[in-house]
Structure formats: structure tokens, C-alpha cells
């Protein structure tokens, strides 16, 4: 596409970040009703064990395909991408068979009582994830909130059968999706032929939301099904398929480092169903953050690099006004997702427990174990953002030879991750899972700052920079943690409400130091902001 490559990816990651926190609000009060009217034990079992089943499907299934598919998006072969993207689909159903064996089969059993449901929710959701699939190469929010309103809905006529109830929602959600995404296609696609035709006639054609897409690849609904498109060339890209091969074993390695905790449990009898159910939903609480705003942008970052820097060339040797663009906004982004992640840390001590309390109620924060874990989650968020940004940058960079060699120290990061997490459950609880994480995270950042570091060490740029914050934000954040703390120790018995109060008053005081200290960011935003709003009012 013509479009600007910096531009669309702020724009998607702008996009994704306030499409995800609009609906995961939704979701969020639901998800906070169904903390106080099921049992923990079943949340446990929904969770952690059934959605470790569905996250493993799909993301080994559709991960791998989808980045080698972004490489390299102006010269690409369309015909050749469809069809690699269609391989998910056979893919996924070779992973389902597998996988559901061994969860019905070889994992630790659940009760008696609810042996039959979550067998069913084991075939529910490798349903829904070929469903899934299907309807992903033609709104993943649409599904979340879906499946989330239909389980509610079960749950309170059914109150009995939970489980089936996470089924039901399972599959139905997953159909809403597929027709959702295919009735978009179904209607754009004619429509975008008439502005192509209208372009043809009459050169000063009025601009509209199909203005920017006119050079869409595709003419018809139907060619986003494999062997449709005129293609001159092989069925598949030889290059594309090696790519993919090295993302397969990386993805492999990178499900085991995302979701290895719940493995650990999932696995081994560390702890109950309704320790993993409170670990679960305190960590699912605790990655607010990485999932309404590090994932966006580590997403729409992965995408503007694999576009400005090439895989297989040195820097030096590369285009100098892309290489300095893409030092400038991988130092901006390293600044930003620290700010964010030294923020979170500091409010995070003297407030997990009005949060876990307004969010749960009595029952979540009754014996203290949840208030400690979101405590402790605090600073691996850090860690995460900082993980996501740099390792996004590498992985967008690499060439095929230092993905492979990667892919081998993953293995290494893998096995010491599940050694490490298995050996600090066995002795802290449900706290070893975060330090364990903490540990792998902080390895493979080393890994990630060494690789930009000696890929910039022959040029001027110092991207890295972006990691050190301010002294007078460090400053403000030491005070407000200290009063924050005071504050929950005085204040909290009293009122939540003035504890909460005093909180944002110090938050406002810390965002506005760092506004002073980042007011040239502030201002490229700005300026970015009003260019993009003046095109908009052109356009009209």
C-alpha cells in the first residue's frame, strides 16, 4: 500500500488501543460478575485449563503464518499469501487432535461432577478455534464480548452446569466472528469496485472512506480463498514457507515463555483449582496494561519495522533517513512503555487492594493472597513492557540465520523458565510464578538490548537511551509511592474513596512532571494529531 508506513502503524496501534479498552469495559464488569456468582474451583477449570487449550491452538496455529505473511508487504505475491494464510486452517485441525487427547486424557482429572462438562469444553473449544480460524483469514473484541454476555446469560438460567455454559458461549461466539468478518468483506469489497469505477471516470471523484484502499488487492469476495487469485507464480512462496517454518519453532518456544505458568499448573498438582482460579484472575488484572496498550503497540511496531529496516542487510548499509527514523521510534516507544510501566509499579503497592476490593469484592481479598500477587505482578510489568517493545524489534529485524539461532536460546529460556517456576511455586506459592516470570523476562531483554545495541554500534543512533527515565520523574514517582503508601495506611479504614482520591491527585502531579520533561514528544504528537485532523477536514 502507498500509504505512509509510520503513520498507518500509529494509527492502527491508536486504533486497537482504544477498540480494546471501549470493550474489554464490557467484558471487564462481566467478567467481574462472574468472580462473585461462580465458584472458584470452576473458574479455575475455565480460566486457566480450557483457555490454555484454546490460546495454544491458535496461537500456534495462526501466529507463525500471520508475521511471515507481514514481511516484506509492497513487493508481495497476494495469490502466494492467501494461500499461506489458509494453511492455519489444516494446521489447527492436526493441533486440535492432539492437544484435546492429551487434556482430556493424560492431564490430572478434574471432580467427578465436572468430568462431563469439561470434556465438552474441550471439543467446544477446538471447535470454535477452527471456526476461528476460518473466519480470521477472511473482530476479535465482537468475540470477547460475545462469548462473555452468552455465558452470563447460561450461567443465570443454568446455574448448574457453568461449564457447559463456557462451551455454549465458546462456539456461538466464534460463529458471531466468522459471520462477522466475512458479512465486512461481503459488503466492502462491491462497494470498493464502485469508487475504482468511479475513479476511472471522473478524475476529481469525491473522497470518501474507500479513497486511501483503492489499490486493495482484491476484486471479488471470493479470491480470499485459497486457489482463487490469478497467480502466474507457484502455489505457495518458497521464502514465505521457510519464514514460517522458523516462526513455528519460535512461536512453540514463545506459548511455552507466555503461558508457562499456566502449564506449570496445568500439569503438575502445585497448586488447586481455586489457587490457580485466584492466581488467574489476578494476573489476568494485572496484565490490564500489556493487553489494552503494550500489545497494540507492540503489534503496530513489529509491523513499521519489518517495513523500514531489511532483514538480510547492516544498517550501515541501509537507507540512513529510514535506519534514523527507526532509532527515533524505538527510543520514543523504549521511554513511553517504561513511563508507563514506573507508574504502574509505584501505584500499584498502596492500591491492589481497593482495586482487587471494588472489582471482587470481600471474598477476592479475604486471606490476602490475591493483594500480594498484584502487588508482586506490579513489577513484572514492567519487565513486559520493556520485553515487548525491544523483543518486537527484534524479531522484525532478524534475518532467517538469527531467528533459527534464536529460536535454540528460546528453547534454553524455555526450560529454565518451567525449571525456575516449578522450584518457586514449590517454595513461595503462587508468588514463584511472577518472580519465575520476572527472571525469564529480564534474561531475554539482555538478549534483545545486546542484538540493537551492537546493530547500532556502527552508526550515530542511540536508541537505547530511551530506557533512562527523567531524575525529576524518578523523583516525583519515590514521593509518590511514599505518600500513596501513608495514605492506604491511614487513610483506607476511614474511606476508599479519599484514599482513591489522594492517589489521583499525586498521579496528576507525576504525569504532569513527566509532560514537562517529554514536552518535544508531546508537541510531535500534537502536531501529528492536528495534520491528521486537517486531512480529515480536507477530505470533507
Known sequence: MARNILKSSIENASFSIVFQVLFRCITFILNAYIIRTVGQE????????????????LFLSKEPI?????????????????????????LSSVINI?????????????????????????????LSCIVEQVSQVVIDTLYVVSRTIIFVYYVETEPEYPINAFSIAQIVSSVILCLSYYGFFLWYIPALNKVKEIKKKEKN???????????????????????IMENKEAMLDSKLCVLTMSFIKQSVVKQVLTEGERYVMTVSPVLTFSQQSVYDIVNNLGSLAARFIFRPIEESAYFYFTQMI???????KQNK?????????????????????????????????????LYGGQKLVENNLSVVLLRFHSFAIVLLAINGVTEGYVFATMNNQQLDRYNYLMVIFSVMF?????????????VGFILANCINM???????????????????????DGLIPGKKFLITLVLSGIVTILSEIYLLEKSIFIHIGAGAVFFLITVSIWALDNMTLLRLGLEKYKSRKSSFVKQD
Request: charged share 15%; net charge negative.
Open 42 to 57: 470452576v473458574l479455575g477449570i475455565m480460566n486457566v485449563r480450557l483457555l490454555l487449550l484454546e490460546s495454544t491452538i
Open 310 to 316: 531489511k532483514r538480510d542487510e547492516i544498517l550501515t
Open 66 to 90: 500471520l508475521k511471515a505473511c507481514l514481511t516484506n508487504t509492497s513487493t508481495i505475491n497476494w495469490a502466494q499469501v492467501i494461500n499461506q494464510i489458509w494453511l492455519s486452517v489444516p
Open 98 to 126: 492432539t492437544l484435546v487427547y492429551v487434556w482430556i486424557n493424560i492431564l490430572t482429572p478434574t471432580d467427578d461432577k465436572y468430568q462431563h462438562q469439561y470434556e465438552l469444553g474441550c471439543y467446544a473449544v477446538a
Open 205 to 227: 471523484a469525491e473522497k470518501n472512506i474507500f479513497s486511501d484502499m483503492t489499490d486493495f488487492p482484491f476484486t471479488s469476495f471470493i479470491q480470499l480463498f485459497p486457489g
Open 418 to 430: 518451567l525449571l525456575i517456576s516449578y522450584i518457586l511455586t514449590y517454595i513461595f506459592g503462587p
Open 442 to 464: 529480564t534474561a531475554r531483554i539482555v538478549h534483545s538490548l545486546n542484538y540493537i545495541h551492537k546493530q547500532f554500534q556502527d552508526t550515530e543512533f542511540t536508541p537505547l
Open 321 to 357: 533517513k529510514q535506519v534514523a527514523e527507526s532509532a527515533e521510534v524505538l527510543s520514543q516507544l523504549c521511554k513511553i512503555v517504561v513511563t508507563i510501566g514506573l507508574v504502574v509499579v509505584t501505584f500499584g503497592q498502596a492500591y491492589s487492594y481497593s482495586f482487587l476490593y
